[in-house]
């Protein structure tokens, strides 16, 4: 018999052996995992060096573990249950497809090898997984990469790393080493993630790095799904753009209200002024304008300020919730904004040198009139010469009636008319606007503060105190008032208005207090010191006199208005308008309830006597250098596997840098 007629004797009795439709069938739900040869045009067997094997070719299929192999020809060990297949290799599986040139499987460890050659993997989601490196185990349905692969989603989102995993039951491809995402405008660098398909949610794990637009995350765990748009961020989270820092144990994003909330000793570095914010909750609304910070859960501001000398002085404010945001300047009203160019003249007028400017004025006057008698200053004009020279000024005017007399064909309208003026620009100015809610309380190294609530708007400066407002400089002067306004300058007091039932009340000893009552008050500060403070209508006013060491007189004062100069906390010149009455009493001989003026209270208790009175919270130092050398992905691998995909999208990534 010739070779060709041994061939087709052997392809016959393969085909013999081969099951028929129904018998495949059976085969695909057979509880054994037998290794077969389901399908060939051609097959023969062969021995090399005592082993043997069968030959296939044209439209070869094999069957274990419930998964088909195809390809165009294979050598298969019998005895040793392993096939070599190559050309148009597919193994296919329950929804899972892999593609390749050649592939190696051994039935025993259930293992499909391929090397060096293109590999695609497909599941059944859509999803495809590129590399030349892969082990596919049929009984797990699991699948390892090395040494580089490329995953594109469906939707054309694609994830690469040097190594990785993919389990089909679980619809999980994991991705380790070097690992590098780009979905919807997010560019992730990372060490470990996993991509669940069949939720389409990609978590991340161990310093992973984040860039959006100028954004930059860094966590070491989270999750982003995709269909929701929802982003979570653990772990020593810190968050980085250009007008904000910002750090959190948790993060949630949503890319569609573009909210963030930040939890667990969450802050905000506010870098243009030097501003913390900070609370176990923020809430982080980005708008068109800016952001909308609200704080609660023990919110803190931490303003980092210097003095005067360049020393260190920090701002702590607490309230049970603050708000912070700003507003263009042209979208606030103006009834707002004449109202707080009205508050930054009332606190800004300075009583004393209006009534010494007054003074020097009426001097000046007689100065004049007295130089006028002794003929050293001419007379005053009479008010006849004036009219007489107001008339000739008028005289200069045209006549009403001479438009009337224009020639004819010029369009009178058109010279009376103003010319068309462009409109200004709308004010793009952003206004800082700063809210506490109840108990209120603020630190600083020479001032500090206390009320119910508090409002702070950059139109005028001014923080304005609510419900019960106090504050106390060189820890002995307490300034009251039913409310109180502070104007600020660089984070720190130039001006402060008490008004209405103002008080200033400075500690002398334990039982002795110098007291000042007044209808108004205004406080004059440098470098967050009290210098010198007016007392405005009614005044009511008692000191304690001192003999060396001793207390020894009391005086008790009365006047329309009062001002005091102080030094090292007391007052040192005082200056009174039309005082009324001044009595004075030894102070052995002073009755206890002449002591205190009428409704007198000294609340020194609920002073903030340190910044961790405050708040524990310690402000973190920038870490924009630390990360600001951190490499965007350059996707190598995924132009390596799917050429120009990322061709259109590299613009956008080059921009973040």
Partial sequence: MTFSGKILVLSVLLTLCIPSVGAQSQIEHSPDSVFKLVQADIAWQEESFGTHYRIVRGHARFFHNDTYFYCDSASWNVEAQQVFAYGNVQVVQDGTMLKSDQMDYTASDNTARFRGTLVELF????????????????????????????????????????NGRYEAAAKLFSFSDEVEVYTDSIVISANRMDYKSAEDRIYFFEDTDIWREKGFVNADYGWYDRPTELIHFEKDVYMDDPQYEAWAQSVFYDRKTEEINMYDNAQVLDTARRAYYTADHILYRKDSVDARLTMSRDPVII??????????????????????????????????????AQRLEDITFDSLKKRRDEQAAERAKA?????RKVGKLPPLKKAAEKDSTTAQ???????????????????????????????????????????????????????????????????DSI??????????????????????????????PHRASLLTDAWIISQVD?????????????????????????????????????????????NLKEAKSMSALIKDGSARRMLYNEQIKSDAYPVLEL???????????????????????????????????????????????????????????????????
């Fill in 463 to 492: 923080a304005r105190m609510y419900g019960r407002p106090i504050l106390w400089n060189e820890i002995k002067n307490q300034l009251t008032g039913e409310t109180v306004h502070i104007l600020l300058k660089d984070g720190r």
């Fill in 393 to 459: 000024a008028d005289s200069l005017s045209a006549p009403a009636d001479t438009i009337a007399s224009l020639p004819d064909g010029i369009d009178s309208t058109a010279i009376v008319q103003p010319p068309d003026t462009v409109p200004p620009p709308a004010d793009s100015t952003l206004v800082r606007y700063v809210h506490g809610y109840h108990n209120m309380r603020a630190f600083r190294s020479d001032i500090q503060a206390a009320c119910d609530s508090v409002v702070f708007c950059e139109l």
């Fill in 591 to 657: 009755p206890r309830e002449k002591m205190y003026l009428k409704d007198f209270e000294w609340r020194g208790q609920e002073r903030p006597v340190s910044a961790e009175t405050v708040t524990p919270r310690m402000p973190y130092p920038s870490m924009r250098s630390e990360f600001s050398n951190r490499l965007l992905p350059r996707f190598g691998r995924t132009d390596k596997y799917f050429p120009l995909i990322m061709e259109s999208r590299m613009p956008y990534i080059d921009s973040i840098e």
């Fill in 510 to 554: 334990t039982a002795y207090y110098h007291q000042i009552k007044s209808t108004e008050m205004t406080g004059f500060f440098h470098n967050d010191e009290l210098y010198r403070y007016d007392a405005l209508g009614g005044v009511n006013a008692l000191f304690f006199m001192m003999d060396g060491d001793f207390i020894t007189t009391a």
């Fill in 303 to 340: 303003h980092c300020g210097t003095l005067d000398d360049g020393r260190p002085d920090t701002l702590y404010v607490r309230a049970d919730s603050l708000i912070v945001y700003s507003r263009y300047k042209c979208d606030i009203s103006g009834e707002e904004v004449e109202e707080a």
């Fill in 367 to 371: 100065a004049q009139e007295s130089m």
């Fill in 123 to 162: 599941d059944r989601d859509g999803n495809t997984l590129r590399t030349e490196w892969l082990d596919y185990n049929t009984k797990d349905s699991v699948a390892l990469f090395r040494g580089g692969g490329a995953m594109l989603s469906r939707d054309s989102s694609v994830i690469e790393s040097e």
